[in-house]
């Protein structure tokens, strides 16, 4: 039940908005009573933190996979962009309420997920730095200017792709990858 | 005054949200009556689309003039990641507001906004497009994509940059060019 509500709401916030959606709308959704939200969940709040880190610790997890068993730091670069673009697929809604509705975290909330994306945001710095070290990056580029260039290029499909559409996610992983890596490499 | 209505809800809006922000503490905000908001807006949603609406023309009316006035597809495209990165200098709360306030616009508005952003879209397309069958970009890209993925490298600065930070708008513009013409070149 718990995943149930998580899923209706995260459709409802991404649809309406967060601040727009009340716990009413959601237990009418599932046709369910407040009190079973509140059973799982203190206040919509709550529930919107829940939804920011199982989003954020479900892509740290997997970018610490991809940098433990990728030999290379191209490699690592192409399978952090597969990474993050390839969620979409089954993430869009969280992905959407994920990038948006961060302002309506409580301050001390706000800190541990800005903490954990700029973990993120560093361990793939951190790989444009070895690449550039190793040479298989260009030498001279600025690693945290174009480590937030990558996330632009990753993080903006959330805006426009759609995942019934005529380009598969693998696709424009694969396209993406090429970009970026044109944009780095020796 | 319309001006001043309109910077000071832009600057609540991005700070509250749109639909968290009422007429009242735009006014208040201001030390004017409802009545002056009313002088110039028929609502909220008027005043965002007015919001929308001045940053889009803006925007279209600049890469016109990229366009007509620079020679080769690389300047178009290194002007146009300018152009886009240097409006947050002036731009930054209206961009903000842009980027995450549209589904607050009535279906009619939004239809009209959105035809706009897709002509800014294909417009740099076109360019990437010419610039492919000019011999001054790879053959193989795929413009659609790669339009996006510039889009969203220069789009995405608004979600991080500090104009005030210690990397100044034009170094960024200059890194973020450099990056993308790699991604695309010959």
């Given amino acids: 039940m718990k995943q149930e509500i998580t899923k209706h709401s995260v459709k409802l916030f991404q649809e309406k908005g967060f601040s727009e959606t009340s716990i009413q709308d959601i237990v009418d959704s599932l046709g369910v009573t407040k009190g079973t939200f509140y059973y799982y969940f203190k206040s919509k709040e709550q529930l919107l933190m829940d939804i920011h880190l199982r989003y954020i610790d479900e892509l740290l997890d997997f970018q610490k996979e991809i940098i433990e068993n990728e030999q290379t730091?191209?490699?690592?670069?192409?399978?952090?962009?597969?990474?993050?673009?390839?969620?979409?697929?089954?993430?869009?809604?969280?992905?959407?309420?994920?990038?948006?509705?961060?302002?309506?975290?409580?301050?001390?909330?706000?800190?541990?997920?800005?903490?954990?994306?700029?973990?993120?945001?560093?361990?793939?710095?951190?790989?444009?730095?070895?690449?550039?070290?190793?040479?298989?990056?260009r030498h001279n580029l600025n690693a945290k200017m174009i480590t937030l260039a990558i996330l632009g290029v990753t993080n903006w499909t959330y805006q426009w792709m759609d995942p019934s559409g005529d380009v598969t996610v693998e696709e424009v992983a694969e396209m993406f990858a090429d970009f970026v890596l044109h944009g780095i490499h020796v």
Avoid: T, W
């Fill in 73 to 137: 730091c191209r490699d690592k670069v192409v399978k952090i962009v597969g990474l993050i673009i390839g969620d979409i697929k089954s993430q869009r809604a969280n992905g959407r309420v994920y990038f948006r509705e961060m302002r309506n975290l409580k301050a001390d909330n706000a800190e541990i997920i800005k903490a954990k994306r700029s973990e993120f945001r560093e361990k793939l710095e951190r790989i444009i730095v070895e690449g550039m070290e190793s040479g298989e990056f």
